[in-house]
């Protein structure tokens, strides 16, 4: 079970995302902040897997919360989330060790999807940004567009499905292929967009909107 502290000064956001997350059998929301100090002194308390944070808040902004809770304990990790794009944002989000950073209009199934990852180990950056050699900047459409060049109807429906964490099996049983020759697909779309494994597809997907 993933333990998650959502932070945002916003009530109606708060209760938003806890209702729509409540619905993961496999995260339990155990704290909810309006504040970054009281992020900070929930993490102190509970010790969660991840912070789910805004930056825009009373008394101690987001990245500033995020800075101290690593400093506190570096194995709690924290995603921004936010529907601001700054430069000077993202990379303080860098230098202060924060997992990812999302876009706050994220589709439910794809928070799920990249708070999921981020649990299991990789950073997950919004497809909005490009992050590389130590530094975020803001990725242009164009950029994205490049790096779907190439995929076909069928890659991107399959690397639709692994981002939602469905199982090549079941990924098999939608598009009425046997398990073999998904698994071989697959292979070959791993090799065509440069990751390791399904995890690291389901970050790539995730990164590029998918």
Same mark, same amino acid.
């Given at each position: 079970?993933?333990?998650l =502290?959502?932070? &945002?000064?916003n009530p109606?956001i708060?209760?938003? *995302?806890?209702r729509?997350l409540? $619905?993961?059998? +496999?995260?339990?929301?155990?704290g909810m902040?309006s504040?970054g ?13 991840i912070?789910?944070?805004?930056i ?9 919360a995020?800075?101290r809770?690593?400093e506190?304990?570096?194995n709690?990790?924290?995603i921004?989330?936010s529907s601001?794009?700054e430069?000077?944002?993202l990379?303080?989000?860098m230098e202060?060790n924060c997992?990812g950073? =999302?876009d706050? &209009? ?7 999807? *990249?708070?999921k990852n981020v649990? $299991?180990?990789? +950073?997950v ?17 164009e950029d994205?567009?490049e790096?779907?060049k190439g995929?076909?109807?069928q890659?991107?429906r399959?690397?639709?499905y692994?981002?939602?964490?469905i ?5 098999a049983?939608?598009?009425n ?6 698994r071989q ?23 590029h909107?998918l």
């Amino acid at each position: 079970m993933i333990k998650l =502290v959502i932070a &945002d000064d916003n009530p109606l956001i708060r209760e938003g *995302i806890k209702r729509e997350l409540s $619905n993961s059998d +496999d995260i339990e929301i155990i704290g909810m902040a309006s504040t970054g100090t009281e992020a900070v002194q929930l993490s102190i308390k509970h010790s969660p897997d991840i912070v789910l944070m805004d930056i825009r808040m009373p008394e101690m902004d987001g990245l500033e919360a995020a800075k101290r809770i690593k400093e506190i304990n570096k194995n709690i990790k924290v995603i921004i989330s936010s529907s601001h794009f700054e430069q000077d944002y993202l990379q303080k989000a860098m230098e202060y060790n924060c997992n990812g950073y =999302v876009d706050k &209009d994220t589709e439910t199934e794809f928070f799920i999807s *990249i708070i999921k990852n981020v649990t $299991n180990g990789f +950073d997950v950056w919004s497809g909005k940004l490009d992050y590389k050699t130590g530094v975020v900047s803001i990725k242009s459409e164009e950029d994205n567009k490049e790096d779907l060049k190439g995929l076909s109807d069928q890659d991107l429906r399959i690397i639709g499905y692994v981002v939602r964490g469905i199982k090549l099996n079941d990924i098999a049983k939608e598009m009425n292929y046997s398990d073999c020759y998904v698994r071989q697909l697959m292979v070959k779309l791993n090799e065509k967009v440069g990751v390791r494994n399904t995890r690291e597809m389901a970050v790539w997907g995730a990164r590029h909107g998918l």
